[in-house]
């Protein structure tokens, strides 16, 4: 079974960094996408910035030049690295990978890790 284990969330102050890794373990025969998502109380959950499998990224244009998307595909690893932070990027952060285990891709989401950032 496959299992998305985050970590790296806290609370920061306004201009400061952190970096998210979301983890992939289990039984796995090959990973596609990658990405990262946010939620905030009474609102949809919204894409921050994904990573194909060839390395191409995109992100949302609020956090365009302050944050960055890696991966590291011997570790089944997906990275955010968050700097500049703002009030306004406080939220639940979630890791997607679309993993395959046979012959389908599956969306598999981490549990889910809080950044808060203080004014």
């Known amino acids: 079974q496959v299992q998305l284990v985050e970590s790296g969330g806290g609370l920061v102050q306004a201009g400061g960094s952190l970096r998210l890794s979301c983890a992939a373990s289990?039984?796995?025969?090959?990973?596609?996408?990658m990405g990262w998502y946010r939620q905030t109380p009474g609102k949809q959950r919204e894409l921050v910035a994904t990573?194909?499998?060839?390395?191409?990224?995109n992100a949302a244009d609020s956090v365009k030049g302050r944050f960055t998307i890696s991966r590291d595909n011997a570790k089944n690893t997906v990275y955010l690295q968050m700097n500049s932070l703002k009030p306004e990027d406080t939220a639940v952060y979630y890791c997607?990978?679309?993993?395959?285990?046979?012959?389908?891709?599956?969306?598999?989401w981490g549990q889910g890790t809080q950044v808060t950032v203080s004014s």
């Open positions: 289990g039984s796995m025969f090959r990973i596609n996408a």
């Open positions: 990573i194909t499998s060839g390395g191409r990224t």
């Open positions: 997607k990978q679309e993993i395959a285990t046979g012959l389908l891709f599956k969306d598999y």
